[in-house]
């Protein structure tokens, strides 16, 4: 079954600065991947996905992500993050005609300070 | 429904009771997911539906806990002789199908947080 790593659970900075979260899987065949963000008092909500094609994606807010498939990765960028994007971020991924599970990481939790 | 909607929102037990708690999936979505949140461990997989078949089930954690989906539509998660253990957020989402098998993604209600006292 495939398993999602997230590092760094709690990231704390400052209004401006960029952001990366990084996201690494297990699973050697094809995969659909997902970032997903709660903010505070809410429920999860898609930030962007992989499906195929175009390996850098972009989702709402100015978030984007890369796909990397030779280092199993899907890391998350923002290039100037507001105290708005305070939230906890979840990668997800699910193993297309595997096992139909959407394995999620533990999430990072990104305070970000005005 | 315009949403994933599930109830009760928040629901405080006694160790040892049962508990049941309900997911409306979106109209029409086939593929319907439990997932438990428990603060810094992230979303644990509990069960997978397709239609009314439960293909996945390997993510229940012990025999007290049980799902079912009827009508291809609401799902009932029941927890029998709750434990302290068992106190966090469980979710539900819903996808239009298997988001393994198509280019899809899953939607998510707002949980039901347990707290087993």
């Known amino acids: 079954a495939q398993s999602v790593s997230q590092h760094n659970h709690h990231v704390i900075l400052s209004e401006a600065a960029s952001l990366e979260l990084g996201c690494n899987y297990s699973y050697g065949g094809t995969v659909n991947l997902f970032w997903y963000v709660q903010y505070p008092g809410q429920h999860l909500q898609l930030l962007l996905k992989y499906f195929s094609g175009d390996p850098l994606v972009k989702g709402i807010k100015g978030f984007e992500a890369e796909f990397i498939k030779s280092k199993f990765s899907f890391n998350l960028r923002k290039p100037s993050v507001q105290w708005s994007d305070t939230a906890e971020y979840f990668c997800?991924?699910?193993?297309?005609?595997?096992?139909?599970?959407?394995?999620f990481g533990k999430g990072n939790q990104v305070v970000v300070i005005p | 429904g315009a949403g994933v909607s599930q109830s009760p929102s928040n629901k405080v037990t006694e160790k040892g009771k049962d508990v049941e708690l309900r997911c409306d999936p979106i109209?029409?979505?086939?593929?319907l997911y439990w997932y438990r949140q428990s603060l810094g461990q992230g979303l644990e997989f509990l069960i997978y539906?397709?239609?009314?078949?439960?293909?996945?089930k390997s993510g229940l954690p012990s025999d007290r806990f049980s799902a079912e989906r009827t009508g291809g539509s609401v799902s009932t998660l029941t927890i029998q002789r709750t434990q302290q253990e068992d106190s966090a957020v469980y979710l539900c989402a819903s996808s239009p199908r298997n988001t393994g098998i198509g280019n899809t993604e899953a939607f998510f209600g707002q949980g039901t947080r347990l707290t087993v006292v």
């Open positions: 997800a991924v699910n193993a297309l005609y595997g096992n139909n599970r959407l394995a």
């Open positions: 109209s029409g979505h086939t593929a």
């Open positions: 539906f397709q239609g009314n078949s439960a293909p996945d």
